[in-house]
């Protein structure tokens, strides 16, 4: 079950990590893709809830937007990036921070 988030801790969340925005969070993934191998992150993201899963794979794995994955799954798009930042969240403790 999703923890609810409001805007408030988000930007609290996105501060914590420095990854607040898409271009910062495309950048820590790109760098963990470098970092660590498939079959690592593939296990990672298997840590996750089913619903952080399927926008983590649809958006990073697939290259869909996140305004495309809305309809896909049937959710706000409000749903859509608190899943996105907080699965990023969740890799994001998983693994740390590398250099990139």
């Keep these: ?25 495309q950048a820590w993934w790109q760098a963990m893709n470098r970092v660590y191998s498939e079959q690592q992150i593939n296990a990672a993201i298997a840590t996750l809830p089913p619903d952080m899963q399927q926008v983590i794979l649809l958006h990073y794995k697939k290259g869909i937007p996140l305004r ?13 990036r608190t899943r996105q930042v907080m ?11 590398p250099g990139y």
């Design 1 to 25: 079950m999703l923890h609810k988030i409001n805007a408030g801790d988000m930007l609290r969340l996105e501060n914590r990590m420095g990854l607040s925005n898409n271009k910062e969070r």
């Design 87 to 97: 699965g990023i969240y969740k890799l994001w403790q998983y693994f740390g921070k």
């Design 68 to 80: 495309e994955i809305a309809p896909i799954v049937n959710r706000s798009m409000t749903a859509i």
